[in-house]
């Protein structure tokens, strides 16, 4: 396992052992006094000086979270504050979720941090004061007039060790606001707090990095466009040698009737590509008229987690490029955060999209009405509707060495409420399914925590706690009905769930929903099938490998 | 500890000063009608003041939390409330957060045991005190309106006859009055009890409770125990709706207490987190249909982005492009 994180029965015992506020064990001190300490595992590594350069954004030095001095730039509170003031008056949402929160507390064991660290400043009501006490000591009105009596405190430079470490303990996951009475989203102040941060510096490489790759490549892993291709073309030769079926995906080819975009995990990563052989194949099953591009090569955004104008800047080039190939409407793979971004922001920042039609599916003739402005499609809508219309031929025995259960990514469950469509495919591509319990799925379901950007080697310890939640949940599952596959349809968790079910839940493995609808697609000429898309036996297919679940 | 008691002996202070200043200095007309005019003034300005201050902000984004299936395909079936795709399913998911706290009564307490194992148990108390609470209060202000009117309106008698209906007492005894004072002792003591909220509990947080508390209180103990003469409070109180600057009559010093506190209440009020009583209202995460991509959302200051295009792109990998036989856009 990674140096950067303890052994598990470390950390069983730690769970066990510790007194944690989760437990009922309140600090003996206020939240404010509690000190900041950043060590191996806690934080993550900051932007490197040449990506900052490159995206022109602030303070580009070499630095880290262990150090005492973090070179923050001149007049750094002045920046913060007009930036927080700028913000507020852009944002209602931010304006409101500082001013009305009663502290309540119902959000304070919702969230996936706190309940694998019992940190008290994981609550998301804390993470939310870390900066409302900033703002109501340098803001007027409210309850200024009695200073000390509505708990307010100083910018200080401990104030921003503070802020970098809780906003990177968040990963905008919105589980918090399902609970709020007033919605207060901590993702909202998350996303602010993070545009703060970087406007003195205080960042993550791992998001930047990426973002940087993005601007240049057309993808977050900075694969240039003849390896992009070359990448896919190595996985239609797999597919050809697991299944005789030779798939023919063309690449920025104007005229073609869908554009189809998925993030660049899919195509560069395991387990990710196999779930974009299970695309390849679906597409060839069905003969669509599609092509893939290889300068909007990236579904996923990590603009996200940097501001609302990198954000932009990235999804621009989907309806760039769109325009430019002359195609009808976008087929979006298996992601999440680019759902949330594609559903709740795209249209917003960089519709209308009225070069595109509204998207109608050339096998069913289904009208995608709940698509009619944006014109994107997620596939599994789109598989939904073509299963429905019975316009595939799926085995799904092919699928019975699987015994799966489904997680729903954080922002396909709350930021576009999108449940069924998933579980409907599932069910039909294979014949083991079982929920986890349910206070753990659906609206809400636990983050695979490392979302928002927070996936990286050197923040392992804060994620396998993060993530203890979910792994918890598929233990049960486990338990209760022998689940080894962990279905997802978000690219962050097919990246980051190995990792934690390998260290919670060894003998778990994760897949692609579409991996599984390759699997289980009858292709006309195949060759008989006895592996998966992994090269795992099927179960019953040969003599001896019978599962008879 | 001091984070309570605070806000504690602030109410007490407040509670003590219209009831030395009535009783020994004769101030009965600045209690009794100079404060409540101002603080009226005060809690409608702030109030409308801070709505304003809220509404004129932009929306940029649509960002419902979606928390039931989306409208999509015809054999899908839509949560029309947790995930509304149009106008009036918006407006019963707002309504149901205001008249029901429908999320609150989702609630949930996540507990750690041995093992390590995560179990979430249901949790309906936090719901069903805030309920009680912020429901008996309305009742009890509504039917106050029999100090503002000559005759009640037939809704409120209504209201009031309810309140009253275990009519055994002289006099009769309300309903309300026990229940609010139930519901504020609970959340009083959640605050203290559970260590969760006893971290985050901050002194503006125990200081409403309080003064809410002493409100009550004051209110009771002129019904119940010291049966204040109502004619003279309903006399002054019926000049003050009709905008009447008449100094007031003979009334005891416990009604000014209850009075004071509630026109500290009311100028505190805009300036508080007590303003949720609007916010609810407009949260951006409840308030708008989840139909973004049907629909386009328009950000009134959308900045423009210099993004990379396409012919830039091009221009940095055209050989790579034509060695992979991708088309390009100039040869």
């Not at chain 1, 998301?124 to 007027?140: G, K, M, Q, W």
């Not at chain 2, 949560?79 to 309504?95: D, G, H, I």
């Not at chain 2, 019904?223 to 409070?233: D, F, G, L, Q, S």
């Not at chain 2, 805009?270 to 991509?293: A, D, E, Q, V, Y």
Request: net charge positive.
């Amino acid at each position: 396992m990674s140096k950067y994180a303890p052994k598990v029965t470390e950390l069983q015992k730690e769970f066990e052992e510790k007194p944690s506020l989760l437990k009922g064990d309140a600090p003996d001190m206020p939240w404010w006094d509690i000190p900041v300490e950043f060590r191996d595992g806690n934080w993550c590594f900051p932007g490197k000086p040449e990506v900052l350069e490159d995206l022109g954004l602030a303070n580009p030095r070499k630095w880290a979270a262990t150090d005492e001095d973090w070179k923050l730039p001149e007049g750094w509170q002045k920046t913060i504050r007009d930036g927080l003031k700028s913000r507020l008056k852009r944002f209602r949402s931010f304006k409101l979720f500082l001013d009305i929160c009663v502290r309540c507390g119902a959000c304070a064991d919702k969230c996936h941090f706190f309940l694998g660290t019992g940190d008290p400043k994981n609550m998301p009501v804390l993470r939310a004061e870390l900066i409302r006490s900033v703002y109501r000591n340098d803001f007027p009105l409210a309850e200024k007039i009695l200073k000390g009596f509505s708990g307010s405190r100083k910018l200080t430079a401990e104030v921003i060790k503070e802020w970098h470490m809780y906003f990177h303990q968040c990963t905008e996951c919105r589980r918090c606001s399902v609970f709020c009475p007033f919605g207060i989203d901590t993702a909202e102040i998350t996303m602010m707090a993070r545009e703060l941060l970087n406007l003195i510096g205080v960042n993550n490489n791992w998001i930047l990095a990426p973002v940087s790759n993005c601007n240049r490549t057309g993808n977050h892993l900075g694969i240039e466009p003849h390896t992009f291709v070359q990448n896919i073309e190595s996985l239609v030769d797999d597919i050809e040698e697991l299944t005789g079926v030779k798939v023919e995906p063309t690449f920025n080819r104007k005229g073609a009737e869908v554009l189809f975009i998925t993030p660049s995990g899919d195509v560069f990563g395991d387990p990710g590509v196999y779930t974009m052989m299970g695309y390849l194949l679906l597409f060839h099953h069905i003969g669509l008229d599609y092509t893939i591009s290889t300068y909007a090569s990236e579904g996923g955004n990590f603009g996200m987690f940097t501001s609302n104008e990198m954000m932009k800047k990235l999804n621009a080039k989907m309806y760039h490029e769109a325009k430019r190939l002359g195609v009808k409407w976008i087929l979006g793979g298996e992601c999440g955060h680019m759902w949330r971004v594609v559903h709740q922001y795209m249209n917003t920042m960089n519709g209308p999209a009225d070069f595109l039609e509204e998207p109608v599916s050339p096998i069913t003739g289904t009208r995608f009405a709940n698509a009619k402005a944006t014109r994107m499609v997620h596939i599994a809508e789109f598989t939904a509707d073509l299963i429905h219309h019975k316009k595939l031929k799926l085995d799904p025995k092919r699928n019975d060495h699987l015994r799966t259960t489904f997680h729903d990514s954080c922002n396909i469950a709350r930021g576009m409420g999108m449940f069924e469509e998933p579980r409907y495919v599932l069910r039909n591509v294979c014949n083991t399914f079982h929920e986890m319990p349910e206070n753990t799925i659906r609206e809400q379901t636990f983050c695979c925590g490392s979302g928002s950007g927070l996936n990286t080697e050197e923040f392992m310890d804060i994620r396998m706690r993060g993530g203890f939640p979910r792994a918890d949940a598929v233990r049960k599952v486990r338990e209760k009905h022998r689940t080894n596959s962990l279905v997802t349809i978000c690219a962050i968790d097919r990246a980051s769930l190995p990792p934690l079910m390998k260290y919670w839940n060894p003998g778990v493995s994760v897949y692609g929903l579409h991996e599984l609808v390759g699997n289980a697609l009858v292709m006309q000429g195949e060759k008989k099938r006895t592996e998966d898309l992994r090269e795992d036996p099927m179960a019953g297919v040969e003599e001896g490998e019978g599962d008879e679940a | 500890m001091k984070k309570v008691l605070m806000p504690l002996l602030m109410v007490a202070v407040l509670a003590l000063v219209p009831y030395l200043g009535v009783t020994y200095a004769g101030l009965g007309y600045l209690f009794g009608v100079v404060i409540p005019y101002a603080s009226a003034v005060v809690l409608v300005g702030g109030f409308l003041f801070r709505l304003a201050d809220w509404l004129r902000r932009p929306v940029p984004f649509r960002i419902p939390t979606t928390c039931g299936q989306e409208r999509s395909f015809d054999w899908i079936r839509q949560n029309p409330v947790e995930s509304p795709s149009n106008f009036w399913q918006t407006a019963v998911r707002v309504l149901s957060e205001v008249l029901l706290f429908r999320s609150l009564f989702r609630n949930t307490k996540a507990e750690l045991h041995g093992g390590p194992k995560l179990a979430y148990g249901s949790n309906k108390w936090l719901w069903l005190g805030g309920l009680a609470f912020h429901w008996s209060l309305l009742v009890i202000v509504l039917r106050h309106a029999r100090f503002f009117f000559i005759m009640m309106p037939g809704p409120i008698q209504l209201i009031d006859d309810f309140d009253r209906f275990l009519d055994v007492t002289v006099p009769a005894f309300y309903l309300t009055d026990a229940v609010v004072l139930a519901a504020v002792t609970f959340l009083v003591l959640r605050r203290f009890q559970d260590a969760k909220v006893r971290v985050i509990s901050l002194p503006t947080d125990f200081f409403p409770l309080f003064l809410i508390s002493g409100i009550v209180l004051a209110g009771v103990s002129m019904r119940y125990v010291t049966k204040v003469n109502v004619m003279p409070v309903k006399d002054l109180m019926l000049r003050l709706v009709q905008f009447g600057f008449d100094p007031p009559a003979e009334i005891g010093a416990l009604f000014y207490v209850h009075l004071f506190l509630v026109c500290v209440l009311m100028v505190y009020f805009p300036f508080s987190k007590l303003m949720h009583m609007g916010g609810i209202f407009l949260s951006p995460t409840r308030n708008l249909p989840n139909n973004s991509r049907e629909k386009r959302h328009v950000n009134p200051w959308n900045p423009d982005i210099k993004f990379r295009t396409y012919a830039e792109y091009e221009d940095d990998y055209r050989e790579k492009m034509k060695k992979a036989n991708l088309p390009v856009e100039k040869q």
